[in-house]
C-alpha cells in the first residue's frame, strides 16, 4: 500500500489540489473569524473577536427562548416600529424578531407587519408547527411529498422540545459554511485521485507488470489501491474538518448544547438536533458522501484506459447527481432520490432544511441519514465490483 500511496503523492493534480486545500483551510476560517462585524450598543460598527465576544457577552442575557423573552421582544417591537426598529432589535434581543416574524407570517412570506396583528408570542411554538404544515400544504408546479411523507414530516415538527434553549449561535452557522467549502473541494481531490488509481501502470508502460498479476495477488494489488484512496481521503477530510472545528470552537466560544431551531436558517427544520450533534452528522455524511464519489469514480476508471476520459466520466457523473433534483420535468421518485445521492452530501445546510422523509423497507429516516445509508450502500457495492470485474487491456 506504500507504493500506492506513493504513486498518488507523486502526481502534480494531487500536489495542486492539496495545496489549494489546505490554503483554504487556513485563509477561510482566518477571513470568517476577522470579517464578523457587528454594532455595539452605541450604534459603532466592531469586528473580528472583538465583535464575537460583544454578540457572545450580550446573549449570554438569555437562557431559554420561552414565551416571557418572545413577548419582551414582540413588545419592544411594537413600541419602536420605525426604520432603526433592526438594528436596535439586534442589539436588545439578537436574533429573535426573524424567528418571530418566520412563525407568524405565512409560508414563504416574510413580513414583519404580521406581528402587529397579534397580541403575545404565547402559541410561538405552535405557529411553528404550523408553518410547517403550511408549506407541506402550498400549490406546488411538480410534486413535492407523498401523502404518507406529510404526516412524518408534522410528526418530527411536534417533537421539538420546548421551550428550547437559546443563545450565541453565529459561530456554528459560519462553521457550517467553512465546512460544506472543504467537503466540495476534498470531493474533487477524490475525483481527481480515482480517476488515475488503475490507469496509472498502463500511462506509464507499466501495464504489461498489471496484467501480469493472477488471482489473491490481483486481488491484492486491487484492494491496496481502494485502501490507499480511502485512508488519504479519510485522514486529509478528519484532519481539516476538526481542525476548521477547534478554531471556531476557540474563537466563536461555541456552545454545544443549543438546538439549531434557534437560527432563523433552521427555525422549520424538522431536524431536532443540537448544533453540534448537526456537526457531526456533518462530518459523518460529509466523510461517506467523498468515500462514495472516489468509490464511483474508481469503477468508472477500472473500465477505462485513459485517466482524462475517466476524469470527464467522472465529472459528468457527479454533476449529474447535484442537477438531477433541480430538473422539474423528471419523476417525483427519481427527483427525490437523486437527492440524497453522494455529490449532494456536501450541501448539508440545504439538507439540514429539508423536510423530507426517505423509506427504507418501512424504515423511516430523514434525509441526512438517507444520504449516509445511501453511501454506505454505494459504498460496499462499489468495493465488490472492484474486486470482481475484470479491467480492459
Known amino acids: ?43 459603532n460598527l466592531i469586528h473580528g473577536t472583538e465583535a464575537i465576544k460583544y454578540e457572545k457577552q450580550n446573549m449570554s442575557r438569555f437562557e431559554v427562548l420561552d414565551s416571557n423573552l418572545l413577548n419582551s421582544a ?26 418571530l416574524i418566520m412563525a407568524y407570517s405565512p409560508p414563504k412570506i416574510f413580513d414583519k407587519d404580521n406581528l402587529k396583528k397579534i397580541t403575545n408570542a404565547d402559541d410561538f411554538y405552535d405557529k411553528r408547527v404550523e408553518v410547517v404544515e403550511g408549506h407541506l400544504n402550498l400549490y406546488y408546479s411538480v410534486k413535492m411529498f407523498d401523502d404518507w411523507e406529510k404526516k412524518d414530516i408534522l410528526k418530527y415538527a411536534k417533537a421539538l422540545k420546548t421551550p428550547i ?40 508502460g507499466m501495464s504489461e507488470v498489471l496484467q501480469s498479476f493472477k488471482g489473491k495477488v490481483l486481488k491484492k494489488v486491487v484492494n491496496n489501491k481502494i485502501k490507499s484512496v480511502y485512508l488519504i481521503l479519510f485522514i486529509v477530510y478528519t484532519i481539516l474538518v476538526w481542525g476548521i472545528f477547534i478554531a471556531f470552537n476557540k474563537y466563536f466560544y461555541l456552545d454545544y448544547e ?54 470527464v466520466y467522472n465529472v459528468l457523473i457527479t454533476a449529474t447527481q447535484v442537477l438531477a433534483p433541480m430538473i422539474d420535468k423528471l419523476p417525483f ?13 456536501a450541501l448539508f445546510n440545504f439538507n439540514l432544511i ?35 470485474t475484470k479491467r480492459k487491456a
Open 258 to 311: 443549543l438546538p439549531i431551531q434557534i437560527s432563523s436558517a433552521y427555525l422549520l427544520s424538522i431536524h431536532n438536533y443540537s448544533f453540534f450533534e448537526s456537526f457531526v452528522y456533518q462530518y459523518i455524511s460529509g466523510l461517506t458522501s467523498i468515500l462514495s464519489i472516489s468509490t464511483i469514480s474508481m469503477i468508472v476508471n477500472r473500465h477505462c484506459k485513459k485517466s482524462i476520459t475517466s476524469l
Open 1 to 43: 500500500m506504500k507504493y500506492e500511496i506513493k504513486k498518488i503523492f507523486s502526481s502534480s493534480s494531487f500536489f495542486v489540489v492539496m495545496v489549494l486545500i489546505f490554503i483554504l483551510s487556513i485563509v477561510s476560517p482566518v477571513l470568517t473569524i476577522k470579517n464578523y462585524e457587528t454594532l455595539d450598543k452605541n450604534g
Open 354 to 388: 429539508s423536510q423530507q422523509v426517505y423509506n427504507w423497507f418501512g424504515i423511516h429516516t430523514l434525509k441526512i441519514f438517507s444520504i449516509c445509508i445511501l453511501n454506505v450502500v454505494i459504498i460496499c457495492t462499489g468495493l465488490l465490483i472492484l474486486n470482481f
Open 74 to 99: 414582540l413588545n419592544y417591537f411594537k413600541k419602536n416600529d420605525n426604520e432603526d426598529v433592526y438594528s436596535n432589535m439586534e442589539d436588545k434581543y439578537p436574533g429573535i424578531l426573524s424567528l
Open 165 to 204: 434553549k437559546y443563545g450565541f449561535h453565529e459561530g456554528w452557522i459560519r462553521l457550517f459554511e467553512n465546512i460544506r467549502a472543504i467537503t466540495i473541494v476534498v470531493m474533487i481531490l477524490a475525483i481527481l485521485m480515482s480517476s488515475q488509481i488503475f490507469t496509472y501502470e498502463s500511462e506509464t
Open 333 to 345: 421518485f427519481i427527483r427525490k432520490f437523486a437527492g440524497i445521492l453522494p455529490a449532494n452530501g
